[in-house]
């Protein structure tokens, strides 16, 4: 694609038109800002205040290949390489689901419960991209934080982000259907997780660009067993919590009450399902009672 112009305010204009070919017109516009800002590192108020600075060649190329991307379904997330999650820029790639903003809220209802406990030790399971293991560890300076999960290009990018961010995570990997207890630790003050719950069946409801571009390893559940992954961390949480440990899940919406019971008949107490922003049952908190 040709322009006439290279100035910054014709090359936006140009790009966000494009774009909104498949996006609405606040999405092209954010799409946009972000790639100069992640690409070019040229900031948004940058662009705004010298519209008529003058881009390169081979910062038109690499836009030009960035909008042709997004036009595809590619990630934005993917095209830059990072997402940013509370605060702090994490690598991603489609080995690892790109970090939501509802898992901001289960970081947060974790932060809010461990910061009264001393030296809590967490476990996450499922770490991903180890966003909320690494955050947690940061924002938690006396924590001990572990992480798991069954595949081994998403614990080399989890450890990725730990080392870039300084934090001290210890990784291990294992497959949580299929638990190895002897890799565990045990006394735990926190076990959070946010497992696989979509069921193959939802998957004509999804983006385009969440299906093509993200692991379905980390995203489905079994058809005949959407909660299977919730049983067995749960009986897995229950072995290794402290009395008075707690349990944290992100769930599916369709299942709040049926994971809350499931929970439940695992041993745990003050089992509660909580709303997200959106008014959606979104995370589970419980309690170990013996």
Not at 75 to 99: E, K, M, N, T
Not at 230 to 247: D, M, R, T, V
Request: proline share 5%.
């Amino acid at each position: 694609m040709i322009w006439k112009s290279n100035k910054y305010a014709d090359v936006r204009r140009a790009y966000e038109g494009k774009l909104q070919q498949k996006y609405d017109l606040e999405e092209s516009k954010a799409m946009v800002f972000r790639l100069f800002e992640d690409l070019l590192s040229i900031p948004k108020l940058e662009l705004l205040s010298n519209p008529a600075a003058l881009l390169n060649e081979s910062e038109m190329l690499q836009l030009h290949h960035a909008v042709k991307k997004l036009m595809l379904d590619v990630p934005l997330q993917h095209i830059s390489g990072f997402a940013d999650f509370y605060g702090r820029r994490f690598f991603v790639s489609p080995d690892v689901l790109i970090p939501r903003p509802e898992t901001e809220e289960l970081l947060l209802m974790v932060k809010k419960s461990a910061a009264k406990m001393d030296h809590p030790r967490i476990l996450d399971i499922g770490t991903g991209s180890g966003c909320l293991a690494t955050s947690l560890a940061l924002e938690l300076a006396d924590a001990r934080v572990f992480a798991s999960d069954i595949s081994e290009k998403a614990l080399e990018m989890a450890r990725s982000n730990a080392e870039t961010l300084s934090a001290a995570v210890c990784f291990f990997r294992d497959d949580v259907l299929n638990p190895d207890m002897e890799k565990y630790p045990l006394e735990l003050d926190v076990v959070l997780s946010n497992p696989p719950y979509v069921r193959p069946s939802e998957k004509a409801l999804m983006q385009e660009n969440v299906k093509a571009f993200e692991p379905e390893l980390a995203l489905y559940a079994p058809e005949d067993n959407p909660l299977a992954f919730y049983k067995n961390i749960s009986e897995l949480a229950y072995k290794l919590l402290k009395n008075n440990g707690l349990l944290f899940f992100e769930i599916n919406e369709a299942f709040g009450a049926e994971t809350a019971g499931l929970v439940q008949k695992s041993g745990f107490a003050e089992v509660q399902v909580h709303l997200d922003l959106f008014g959606k049952d979104r995370l589970i908190s419980a309690k170990k009672k013996i």
